[in-house]
């Protein structure tokens, strides 16, 4: 009988043809109304449009399914960016560009994502969406930062928790200043430079 497998424990990378387009992690980091998932959808679109296989996972999205369970402590925060991070590694593996738009606000989330794909030699760019609070909170695209106004949300993201600006990230968008189109197309370009798209 084969031996079991470890519960949350990668399996060995899957052999892909040689000619296969070489897939990504493109992690895309900020604060909450940032651009980021408006930003990784926009890219994604100018990609599939050229048949490259792409998928966006969503940090909201996957918080509503796969980590219902989570909320917005430190802890869960780590949580879930280590899910995304595995789920966006699984995909790299087998030649899709997996965006990652998550707040997540610790560097050490995002450092420990980076060392686990590098040690596969896998493609991990880290994308920072750098609109200040300011911009973001005026955006409020969720109504968050007003519900904090008003006491209604806690701990949230660049108000009254924590984040963490990304020290030597592989792209710096300035999304208060630049339209999608042109965030996008520089995401674009940064793939094209290093072979990924
Ligand atoms: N307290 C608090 N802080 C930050 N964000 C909050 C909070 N409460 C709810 N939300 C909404 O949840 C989205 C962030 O989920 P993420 O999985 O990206 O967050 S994290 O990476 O685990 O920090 C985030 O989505 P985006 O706006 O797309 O960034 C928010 O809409
Ligand atoms: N250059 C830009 N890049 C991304 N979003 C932008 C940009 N300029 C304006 N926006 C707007 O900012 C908002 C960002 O929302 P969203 O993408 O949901 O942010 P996040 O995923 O970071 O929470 C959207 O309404 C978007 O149209």
């Not at 609109?131 to 701990?155: F, I, M, N, W």
């Not at 984040?163 to 999608?180: F, K, M, N, Q, W």
Request: charged share 20%; proline share 7%; glycine share 10%.
């Amino acid at each position: 009988m084969p031996p079991a497998s470890t519960p949350g424990t990668d399996h060995a990378p899957a052999a892909l043809p040689s000619s296969a387009p070489g897939g990504a992690t493109i992690w895309l980091t900020g604060l909450p109304s940032a651009g980021k998932t408006t930003v990784a959808l926009a890219a994604a679109e100018l990609l599939r449009a050229d048949g490259r296989a792409v998928e966006v996972l969503d940090g909201d999205e996957i918080r509503a399914f796969l980590s219902a369970d989570l909320g917005f402590s430190r802890e869960d925060r780590g949580k879930q960016v280590a899910r995304v991070g595995w789920i966006a590694r699984l995909l790299a593996r087998n030649g899709v560009l997996a965006f990652a738009p998550l707040v997540s606000p610790y560097a050490a989330d995002r450092d420990a994502l980076k060392a686990g794909s590098k040690a596969e030699g896998l493609a991990f760019l880290e994308v920072y969406a750098a609109a200040p609070v300011e911009v973001c909170a005026h955006r409020d695209v969720k109504g968050l930062y007003a519900g904090q106004r008003t006491g209604a949300v806690s701990g949230l993201t660049g108000v009254d928790a924590p984040y963490e600006i990304p020290t030597a990230p592989d792209l710096v968008l300035r999304t208060h200043e630049e339209s999608v189109a042109a965030s996008a197309s520089r995401l674009v370009g940064l793939l094209a430079e290093r072979g990924l798209a």
